[in-house]
Nanobody, 115 residues
């Protein structure tokens, strides 16, 4: 059974940092392109970042460039998202995602940016 389990969310003040993790099981993680998405209340789910299997290529939504860093540890089957200079508009549920014949999603982790 394929599972993606996100963790690391929480409440942080504006300007703060968080690192999210996504633990993968049941798939050949090292050959998967992985993505982070997020969904704010009342809004559609949106793309955050992507990383290819060897980390040779990463891509970010424009508003996250320079503040967010996606990375992975293939030995640990884990995806990361380092988020710096967080803003209230970054408040959302963050999901990791991959494709394995179908779209696979975790349950998400809540990030709240508020003073």
């Amino acid at each position: 059974q394929v599972r993606l389990v996100e963790s690391g969310g929480g409440l942080v003040q504006p300007g703060g940092s968080l690192t999210l993790s996504c633990a993968a099981s049941g798939i050949a993680f090292s050959i998967q392109t992985m993505r982070w998405y997020r969904q704010a209340p009342g809004k559609e789910r949106e793309f955050v970042a992507l990383i290819t299997k060897t980390s040779s290529y990463t891509n970010y939504a424009d508003s996250r460039k320079g503040r967010f860093t996606i990375s992975r540890d293939n030995a640990e089957n884990t995806l990361y998202l380092q988020m710096n200079s967080l803003k209230p508009e970054d408040t959302a549920v963050y999901y990791c995602n991959t494709m394995n014949g179908r779209n696979i999603w975790g349950r998400g982790t809540q990030v709240t940016v508020s003073s």
